[in-house]
């Protein structure tokens, strides 16, 4: 009977939250930092953390989902940075695994997605980064869903070094004189060889866990954007909570240092 009444309260506090959002701004790109998902095993009396991931794996189609309802046009998943590469093999060959299961499951025939995974895929199992890279092939032409960015393997200090080497390199390999390039190089060099294809600037990091940094995140893109700290461990993280990200962003003056 209480979780009736529970959810009976959910839902009507969700219709109020979308009537608050209806004409209100809403970010185009979304960062979202799926954090917590060892906690929640723990938490949850689970020994196994790969139990943790699977459950943040989960949710992963639920959110994209509901990005789609609210109309975000792109999004990016913080799902493993390249610090976590020195995390011992057998937490990381797992978790490795459940994220290539994770994408192969975006890219599905029936999804609406178009799917691209940016970070270091270099610095992955040559398996797994052949799997990422399959699957995402398979997703490139879809219309209509959100776009999707995985970052693996992703530290936001390399894509910009990353970025700068690949400027040099692409001058250099046009017969361009080094020199020149550097006195007329701007940031809009660096911003045309991110990772990403979309290449939008962020409006809006959600971090779950109630962790309050960036831990290297889309350093580049985030210049201006807005935060977003939620307490909730990501494989707990629901609509409600969503919504609530994208009020407390609807309601911020968002100035660009003006």
């Known amino acids: 009977m209480r979780a009736k009444v529970r959810a009976a309260l959910d839902a009507l506090y969700m219709k109020r939250l979308v009537r608050e959002l209806e004409g209100r701004p809403r970010p185009q790109h979304i960062g979202i930092m799926l954090d917590g998902n060892r906690r929640w095993a ?10 943790g991931y699977r459950a943040g ?3 992963v189609l639920d959110f994209l989902r509901w990005c789609d309802s609210a109309q975000i046009e792109h999004v990016t998943l913080f799902m493993l940075s390249d610090d976590n590469l020195h995390r011992p093999e057998e937490q990381l060959t797992p978790l490795i695994d ?10 599905a025939p029936g999804n609406p997605w178009p799917v691209e995974a940016v970070g270091a895929l270099d610095l992955l199992p040559a398996e797994s980064a052949s799997r990422l890279k399959t699957a995402t092939a398979a997703t490139q032409g879809r219309k209509g869903g959100t776009k999707v960015d995985v970052a693996v393997g992703y530290g ?3 894509e910009i070094v990353d970025a700068v ?12 004189d080094i020199d ?3 006195e007329t190089f701007t940031m809009e060099h660096i911003s045309k060889h991110l990772y990403s294809k979309t290449r939008s600037e962020s409006d809006l990091i959600i971090r779950t866990s109630g962790e309050q940094r960036l831990s290297g995140f889309l350093l580049w893109q985030s210049a201006y954007a807005e935060v977003h700290f ?3 461990y990501w494989p707990d993280f629901r609509e409600i909570d969503f919504l609530r ?6 309601l911020r003056e968002r100035r660009y240092g003006r």
């Open 180 to 182: 020149e390039f550097i």
């Open 156 to 158: 936001g200090r390399r």
């Open 165 to 176: 080497r690949s400027a040099l390199m692409e001058h250099s390999a046009q017969g361009g």
């Open 57 to 59: 794996a989960a949710k």
């Open 98 to 107: 459940i994220i290539a299961e994770v994408v192969e499951r975006l890219a």
């Open 245 to 250: 990200a994208l009020r407390s962003y609807s």
């Open 230 to 232: 939620c307490e909730t």
């Open 42 to 51: 723990k938490m949850s009396g689970i020994d196994d953390p790969r139990e």
